[in-house]
């Protein structure tokens, strides 16, 4: 096979021009658009099981989408209820909506396709959030406090406790013997989070509380710390490892109005209003990272992660996006993995195209999965692929010493 034979004096220039080196540039995990599916207006909840997304749907009750195929969402069945579904909370054949004026709605959802409307009881409040814990549902009701409801019977749920506040309760976790509740003041403006005992379900009990500036609603828990979405205060971290003395340890001010989050080990996903989702390193919660921050061109209310897949309510519909984590570890430039890109990688670059004989150790599948192997170090210009115009742009980078390499955004250096 005939080699490339460069022209000894642009083979100069470039040795001239091969002190020049550009620092590495590194890309975390990041979020991937999927697929959307349209709703009626009002998307306020989602969450999902088996391959089903449950989404709560504002006046027209809960729908159920079919998701196996995250690129391809479809619709199954639905089930209006009696008042505005806010929240869904999925414990065995049962879907538990937090369902606005008309309290707490239970529905049977073994047959997907055709969900059927099975009881409800009046939450003396409005109905924002439930969660389910053995035979009982335990539902934050605004100003009617924490409704306790015994379940055994979904067709007859029973009132067996009440936890009164002063404030409107939106938000609430269990975390074994506890609840954490989210409560709002007017006057001032500011919010709680509160810490109530429910060993008894009959009689809750408070234990403590923290003040959370500019309200709170949204919050989930890992571990020791706890995680609130204050509106637009951002993001609120607390340490509970004594509930009856809970601190705050870290914060992060959001782009748009946190509404509702999800802690997935070490990272945190925000529901943040018209600025969409956030997604943050929480590995050590006194200081999160934002590892990315999506537009999604809505009104995000609410976020569910299910392994590597995001669900999101997002207003007028369902939004599936993947965390996708580079599976290729290099250096934007550096073809001959020297640890920089210099005129070697110019040279070396310029001699592989035209012979076609790459080296094998240099190349990455992209994207992940596909069995495309190819040089995506020396994609330069952003063209998901290795030509002569990356040469040129490469080249033109070393002689003027201007940074701006972008590599392919489907695999991005690790």
């Given at each position: 096979m005939k080699r490339f034979q460069m022209n000894p004096g642009l083979a100069i220039l470039l040795a001239i021009l091969g002190i020049l080196a550009l620092p590495a540039v590194i890309f975390a995990q990041h979020l991937e658009f999927m697929s959307s599916y349209a709703l009626p207006e009002g998307v306020f909840g989602v969450v999902t099981q088996d391959n089903l997304a449950y989404i709560?749907?504002?006046?027209?009750?809960?729908?159920?989408?079919?998701?196996?195929?995250?690129?391809?969402?479809?619709?199954?069945?639905?089930?209006?209820?009696?008042?505005?579904?806010?929240?869904?909370?999925?414990?065995?054949?049962?879907?538990?909506?937090?369902?606005?004026?008309?309290?707490?709605?239970?529905?049977?959802?073994?047959?997907?396709?055709?969900?059927?409307?099975?009881?409800?009881?009046?939450a003396e409040g409005t109905a924002l959030t439930v969660n389910i814990a053995g035979q009982y549902a335990y539902v934050a009701c605004g100003y009617s406090g924490m409704r306790i409801f015994d379940v055994a019977d979904p067709a007859n749920p029973v009132l067996v406790g009440i936890y009164v506040s002063s404030g409107y309760l939106m938000g609430l976790h269990l975390n074994g013997n506890y609840a954490y509740v989210t409560a709002n003041f007017i006057e001032p403006d500011f919010g709680e989070l509160q810490v109530i005992d429910i060993i008894d379900?009959?009689?809750?009990?408070?234990?403590?509380?923290?003040?959370?500036?500019?309200?709170?609603?949204?919050?989930?828990?890992?571990?020791?710390?706890?995680?609130?979405?204050?509106?637009?205060?951002?993001?609120?971290?607390?340490?509970?490892?004594?509930?009856?003395?809970?601190?705050?340890?870290?914060?992060?001010?959001?782009?748009?109005?946190?509404?509702?989050?999800?802690?997935?080990?070490?990272?945190?996903f925000i529901a943040d209003g018209l600025s969409g989702v956030e997604m943050l390193d929480v590995a050590d919660p006194g200081n999160p990272n934002v590892l990315d921050m999506v537009d999604t061109n809505g009104d995000c209310s609410d976020v569910w992660v299910a392994g590597v897949y995001v669900y999101l309510a997002d207003n007028y519909s369902l939004k599936i996006y993947q965390v996708v984590t580079p599976s290729c570890t290099y250096q934007i430039g550096d073809y001959n993995g020297s640890g920089s890109f210099n005129v070697a990688d110019i040279v070396d670059g310029f001699s592989k195209l035209k012979t076609g004989l790459p080296?094998?150790?240099?190349?990455?599948?992209?994207?992940?999965?596909?069995?495309?192997?190819?040089?995506?170090?020396?994609?330069?210009?952003?063209?998901?692929?290795?030509?002569?115009?990356?040469?040129?742009?490469?080249?033109?980078?070393?002689?003027?010493?201007?940074?701006?390499?972008?590599?392919?955004?489907?695999?991005?250096?690790?």
């Open positions: 709560a749907n504002d006046t027209y009750g809960i729908q159920i989408l079919e998701i196996s195929d995250p690129y391809n969402p479809s619709g199954l069945g639905s089930c209006d209820t009696p008042g505005f579904a806010r929240n869904i909370f999925i414990s065995g054949d049962y879907a538990y909506v937090a369902d606005g004026d008309a309290g707490l709605t239970i529905i049977n959802i073994v047959d997907p396709n055709a969900p059927v409307l099975v009881g409800n009881i009046s379900p009959a009689n809750p009990a408070w234990i403590s509380s923290v003040n959370i500036d500019g309200g709170a609603y949204g919050i989930d828990i890992a571990g020791n710390s706890a995680y609130v979405a204050a509106f637009t205060y951002g993001l609120r971290i607390f340490d509970i490892s004594f509930p009856e003395s809970p601190g705050e340890i870290g914060s992060y001010d959001t782009p748009g109005s946190a509404k509702r989050l999800f802690a997935d080990g070490t990272r945190l080296n094998p150790a240099l190349l990455c599948e992209c994207p992940p999965g596909s069995g495309d192997l190819w040089a995506v170090a020396m994609d330069v210009n952003n063209s998901c692929g290795f030509n002569v115009a990356d040469i040129i742009t490469g080249f033109s980078n070393l002689k003027t010493g201007a940074p701006v390499l972008f590599p392919c955004e489907l695999c991005p250096p690790g």
